[in-house]
């Protein structure tokens, strides 16, 4: 019995391939998309995982020189006498080969155990001091390691982060011709005492650990995983929609069934059997797909993560189970809950009661106020989480209640609209027009519903990188003042450039700063020189009047946004700099892409409150000819990797800018595709229940032509009418983005502004997209033979 | 017996819209027995066939087919009931739309787990229909349509077919064809056959006949 049912059952897709072929496509694309943000969400997190792993080095106190430069080996044994638990690190990049790689040089004898590469043996170790030129590469570079002049063995560890070597603190010394100094110690238990009384003027700094990055990089995936799931919701759009088509088109075939001995619940068994064999046949093909999205996508994230937070993302893929169970799981759930209304309306279907498909009878004016009500009550939750709390979550919550609450509303909205324009029309034939749109846009609801998801999410995406785009460029401008930066490599050479280049050039701007605790939370403080390219350049979001006189005259600070806004300081607020130090706030200026609260105080004052903390060998230098002092620097003997153009410098930001936001371009056109695949299978799905509502017409008079051009006509107008309401949803979620999720994830805060010229573009792949998927259907009727329409008639009998 | 009822009653709606379909029906057929089952629209016909197909409830009365007592069956009783001892044709055909003609004929048989090749073969030509086993149910006429859905409800022999005027949506010639066919095949297989019809004509053809007025035989 079961197998004679279930083959008659799924007869039913045998005779309607395009049915089950939209279904199985919406299932794939939807799981595609959210398996291929998980892909790389997983990618990364286990690379912040391998970055905290490596060495332990993130998690120890590090003491560096004055300056921040290197330690001399002498200060390092001296330390050690006196009873301090360091161990030495050389660390640098070289050329290997082809490839640019980072070597970093440990000593295995004082090294704690955990700070072996994860996976390491004991044995490795040893190894790495037993004489033999020993080094442990990633895989990546494991070829270019062999490459290295006096290296006798490479061993390749996996997890080791990518472009990354590690030796014997001698070998790295030697191969990075480091002479009698190390690049700093790290501290690997208590210290015995004051670090200035055991060896004056070096720094012992905070640790930084790979949680912090992970923490640091949340918001960014947390977006990247609400557009998986808004890529997802909009392909369940066509899974229900296809679902409850071929639900209702298989409701005289179950009470056939059922009235020759099928009991019901077998029937319905049988039944979500089949809709969790299709789910686990698409979701496979979707996490597959997803694997595939993420291997191109993921170099674009691996290169925002980088740029954004300096963490490092391989730009390839692994297959890791958890993402891929994680989107079999989320395809059966969503298939399941698209199906269960399907079901339990033919679970409530009487044995006797006719089995005419109601799919035109959905959404009743009844059944549309209740669903409108509902989006409404959806609209207000996140209205009151966003009046509640500014943070991450409430957020989401908004813009999960607003796109669910609009979407739900829609259907009603454009009954509304349909309504009033039939009231206008004059003719019968304008008249039938709208009465029979208004009938069609409730069969395609669901598509409708998808494509103002997919409309909105771009609008508010576009306007949103749009705006930050423009904001960022123009603070660029203004930020990145100086013609040339350079590096000196020790604080002597710091000195030394900064009088070479007095009287050659038309300013020196120092870039030097001094970790600190703001705000409760760790930051920096730079310090400035009284310099009018600041006052000129330095774009300030609010200031008091002489706020750079205060400044130089060291009266007070100036902080960045995003100290100001986690603290709640504002202009004239006293900010602490330190234990017994605070200044007025005179400005604040935004800071974008840094993480961290940072104030700004002259330097003078600086290096006098905190002697030998302020760090930095970096200067701007203000010159009219950038080129010939360049060039002029290179003779005095600075490498020209050390010399940077404020151009490269604005070049490189706005790549990484670029491919920042190249992730989710790519993801909004894929769920346009979605939409644009949605209404096209509305409309096949459709088509053949609408033959019985057009021939009529045509049998009225009305051409098979002019009905086609008709049905294309009405898919671009339900298109246009949808596309103009997502308008207004894809701003409210732009102004979301930016006034809410972002202040909340990164402490900054964007202006909005609006560019029409995206819309046109939008509405012009909106009504494309609407038309492609008429097209199809519309021919179909064009073409039909009058006995097909005929046969209409005869049906009803 | 294969159809033992006594004092069947129903009733549709309630409060003042109630209304007493069947009033203290009795009734009984022996097994390879014909009756023909005639009356008015609306003189309950239709649902005394679908009580005594168990396809819903009497509210009062007993009813016993094939030996089972209907008094208290589930829906899973009484699918099993029609699965393996009932055939049933309605007036609208009701066949798979998504099967063909060969997969529709052996539907019920298949269901029922005894499927008899050779005398579905024999059915599909006596029927007409060996040429059109490949084809679907919406590319046959009516009356071959009709002719399927006799074969789907013989093609397991069952003890019992109950018709609900099977020639309602035909022409006469084919209509008397139709009937011919549905009579001989149910002697054939040994079934016995409850058939509503309006036709006095195709009344006459079976064994007994009992008249239904105002939800009462006569």
């Known amino acids: ?797 | 017996m294969l159809i033992e009822a006594n004092q069947i009653e129903k009733s549709f709606g309630t409060g003042e819209a109630r209304r007493t379909v069947l009033s203290g029906v009795s009734l009984s057929l022996a097994p390879g027995e014909t009756l023909a089952l005639t009356g008015e629209s609306g003189s309950g016909k239709s649902t005394l066939l679908n009580i005594l197909g168990a396809l819903e409830p009497a509210d009062g009365g007993d009813l016993r087919i094939a030996g089972t007592d209907l008094a208290g069956l589930g829906d899973t009783a009484r699918a099993r009931l029609r699965r393996d001892r009932i055939g049933l044709v309605f007036q609208q055909f009701n066949l798979v739309p998504s099967l063909t003609v060969a997969g529709n004929l052996s539907l019920q048989a298949r269901l029922a787990g005894r499927q008899d090749t050779e005398w579905e073969r024999h059915l599909a030509g006596r029927l007409g229909l060996t040429d059109h086993l490949t084809r679907y149910p919406d590319q046959l006429s009516g009356g071959q349509q009709q002719r399927v859905a006799i074969g789907r409800a013989l093609a397991s022999r069952p003890a019992l077919v109950l018709a609900d005027e099977p020639t309602g949506n035909l022409d006469e010639e084919t209509a008397d064809r139709v009937m011919t066919l549905l009579t001989d095949l149910a002697a054939e297989s040994g079934s016995g056959l409850v058939m509503a019809t309006h036709s006095e004509r195709h009344a006459a053809r079976l064994a007994r006949r009992a008249h239904l007025t105002l939800g009462q035989l006569r």
């Open chain 1, 1 to 797: 019995m079961i197998r004679a049912a279930l083959l008659t059952l799924l007869s039913h897709w045998r005779r309607h391939p395009g049915q089950l072929a939209a279904l199985l496509l919406g299932l794939v694309m939807a799981t595609a998309l959210f398996s291929a943000v998980q892909a790389i969400n997983a990618e990364a997190r286990a690379s912040y995982a391998s970055a905290s792993a490596r060495l332990g080095a993130g998690a120890l106190p590090s003491i560096s020189g004055p300056g921040g430069g290197p330690v001399p080996v002498e200060t390092y044994a001296a330390l050690r006498r006196a009873g301090w638990p360091v161990t030495p690190v050389i660390e640098g990049a070289l050329q290997a080969g082809d490839e640019r790689v980072r070597l970093l040089g440990i000593e295995p004898l004082t090294a704690p155990g955990d700070m072996l590469p994860a996976g390491a043996t004991e044995s490795d170790g040893l190894d790495l001091i037993s004489g033999a030129s020993l080094v442990l590469a990633a895989p990546d570079v494991a070829d270019a390691a062999r490459s290295l002049s006096g290296i006798d063995e490479v061993r390749e560890l996996g997890s080791l982060p990518p472009g990354e070597i590690v030796a014997d603190i001698s070998v790295a010394a030697r191969l990075l011709d480091a002479g009698t100094s190390v690049s700093r110690l790290l501290l690997t238990g208590p210290a015995p005492g004051p670090l200035g009384e055991a060896a004056p003027g070096l720094i012992l700094s905070r640790p930084t650990t790979g949680d912090d990055l992970a923490r640091l990089t949340d918001s960014f995936h947390l977006n990247l995983t609400a557009f998986g799931l808004l890529a997802f919701a909009v392909g369940l759009f066509i899974v229900h929609g296809t679902l409850s088509l071929a639900f209702e088109q298989r409701r005289a075939m179950l009470r056939t069934l059922r009235a020759l001995g099928l009991p019901l619940r077998t029937a319905l068994t049988l039944m979500l059997a089949e809709t969790l064999a299709l789910a686990l046949v698409a979701g496979a093909s979707g996490v597959a797909a997803g694997y595939l999205v993420a291997g191109v996508l993921l170099p674009d994230v691996a290169a925002t993560l980088g740029g954004l937070y300096g963490a490092e993302v391989p730009g390839t893929l692994a297959f890791r189970p958890g993402w891929a169970l994680g989107g079999l799981a989320l395809a059966g759930l969503g298939t399941s809950l698209a199906a269960a209304s399907g079901l339990a309306g033919l679970a409530r279907m009487p044995l006797l009661q006719g089995a005419v498909p109601r799919a035109w009878v959905r959404g009743g004016t009844g059944a549309l106020a209740v669903q409108a009500a509902a989006g409404g009550l959806l609209m207000l939750c996140g209205f009151v989480a966003v009046q509640w709390g500014q943070s991450l979550m409430a957020g989401f919550v908004f813009l999960g209640g607003l796109l669910l609450g609009a979407a739900l509303i829609l259907p009603a909205a454009l009954a509304l609209i349909l309504a009033g324009a039939r009231r206008l029309a004059r003719g019968p034939v304008a008249e039938w027009f709208w009465a029979d749109t208004g009938l069609q846009a409730r069969g395609l609801s669901l598509a409708m519903m998808a494509l103002l998801l997919a409309v909105a999410a771009n609008v508010g995406v576009s306007t949103m990188v749009g705006s930050f785009r423009q904001t960022f460029t123009g603070w660029l401008d203004q930020r990145l003042a100086a013609e040339l930066y350079v590096e000196a490599e020790t604080g002597a050479e710091a000195t030394r450039l900064a009088a070479w280049l007095e009287g050659r050039a038309d300013a020196v701007l120092p870039i030097r700063s001094a970790e600190a605790v703001l705000g409760g939370a760790p930051g920096a403080i730079s310090g400035v020189v009284d310099d009018p390219t600041y006052r000129e350049n330095w774009p300030l979001l609010a200031d008091t009047p002489g706020a750079w006189d205060r400044l130089a005259a060291g009266e007070a600070a100036l902080v960045n946004e995003q100290l100001a806004r986690r603290t709640g300081l504002s202009v004239g607020d006293p900010v602490a700099l330190g234990s017994d130090w605070s200044l007025p706030i005179a400005g604040i200026y935004s800071d974008y892409g840094n993480p961290s609260g940072e104030a700004m105080v002259s330097l003078a004052l600086l290096e006098a409150r905190r002697p030998g903390a302020v760090t930095g060998l970096r200067f701007g230098v203000r010159t009219a000819e950038p080129e010939a002092l360049a060039a002029a620097l290179r003779e005095f003997g600075l490498p020209p990797s050390r010399i940077t153009r404020q151009e490269e410098i604005k070049a490189a930001s706005l790549r990484i800018f670029e491919r920042t936001f190249a992730v989710t371009g790519a993801l909004g056109v894929l769920t346009l595709g979605v939409a644009g695949f949605a209404i096209l299978t509305g409309l096949l799905t459709l088509a053949t229940m609408r033959l019985p509502q057009l021939a009529p017409v045509w049998a009225l008079g009305l051409g098979r032509r002019r009905l086609a051009i008709l049905e294309l006509l009405r898919a671009a107008l339900l298109a246009g009418i949808t596309f103009v309401l997502a308008l207004p949803l894809g701003l409210a979620l732009a102004w979301a983005l930016l006034a809410v999720v972002n202040v909340a994830a990164f402490g900054w805060r964007l202006p909005m502004d609006i560019f029409p010229g995206q819309w046109l573009w939008l509405l012009a792949s909106t009504l494309a997209a609407a038309l492609i998927a008429a097209a199809i259907p519309a021919r179909k009727l064009w073409t039909a033979p009058p006995a097909r329409l005929l046969a209409t008639f005869s049906a009803e009998r």
